[in-house]
T-cell receptor, first 114, second 112 residues
Framework: NAGVTQTPKFRILKIGQSMTLQCAQDMNHNYMYWYRQDPGMGLKLIYYSVGAGITDKGEVPNGYNVSRSTTEDFPLRLELAAPSQTSVYFC?????????????FGPGTRLTVT | DAKTTQPNSMESNEEEPVHLPCNHSTISGTDYIHWYRQLPSQGPEYVIHGLTSNVNNRMASLAIAEDRKSSTLILHRATLRDAAVYYCILLISSGSARQLTFGSGTQLTVLP
């Protein structure tokens, strides 16, 4: 099992450019999540998905879009990059259970917008 | 929103027990208490979770107060590899959504 994988590891964007952060998991998890982490802070939820074809907004969705066409993949799209989107982005996945979900995190993508 | 309060930082000596406290006075009856840790330049890693009873696993123990307004993560023998930021989080379930709300965590330093 590779777990949760993210690409790229690092990226520098110019203001106004677009890009897609890739996330894949091979654990057959239903739930997938995108978080961002600003320096010295905890993680904030951007979007999440409870299964293929179903997505919903988290705490900080503005400036981002997601899609979930398969169980395995959950890409995050930045349409018009802004300096405020400079952050580390983490993708995570989990089973859907009633007892509380253990989330598995990827290694992160460090994005700088200049 | 149910939130948690943790000390910004703690220190421990290697091979001694560590007790990391967390207050969550606004917890509701169905909120699970989760602990994650984050080593430098890595994604968060699950440590343990519980609802009402104390819990043990290979990594740690979780002691939950009877009124559930506070909890303590216990590392029985700290090692240098346990130096990380530890997050106490409430898992809030609303319909099909299960959201972890991260605070700023406790930076644990382990001294050799």
């Amino acid at each position: 099992n590779a777990g949760v994988t993210q690409t790229p590891k690092f990226r520098i964007l110019k203001i106004g450019q677009s890009m897609t952060l890739q996330c894949a998991q091979d654990m057959n998890h239903n739930y997938m999540y995108w978080y961002r982490q600003d320096p010295g802070m905890g993680l904030k939820l951007i979007y999440y998905s409870v299964g293929a074809g179903i997505t919903d907004k988290g705490e900080v969705p503005n400036g981002y879009n997601v899609s979930r066409s398969t169980t395995e993949d959950f890409p995050l799209r930045l349409e018009l990059a802004a300096p405020s989107q400079t952050s580390v982005y983490f993708c995570a996945s989990s089973y859907s259970t009633r007892r509380g979900d253990e989330q598995y995190f990827g290694p992160g993508t460090r994005l700088t917008v200049t | 929103d149910a939130k948690t309060t943790q000390p910004n930082s703690m220190e421990s000596n290697e091979e001694e027990p560590v007790h990391l406290p967390c207050n969550h006075s606004t917890i509701s009856g169905t909120d699970y208490i989760h602990w994650y840790r984050q080593l430098p330049s890595q994604g968060p890693e699950y440590v343990i979770h519980g609802l009402t009873s104390n819990v043990n696993n290979r990594m740690a123990s979780l002691a939950i107060a009877e009124d559930r307004k506070s909890s303590t993560l216990i590392l029985h023998r700290a090692t240098l590899r346990d130096a990380a930021v530890y997050y106490c989080i409430l898992l809030i379930s609303s319909g099909s959504a299960r959201q972890l709300t991260f605070g700023s965590g406790t930076q644990l330093t382990v001294l050799p």
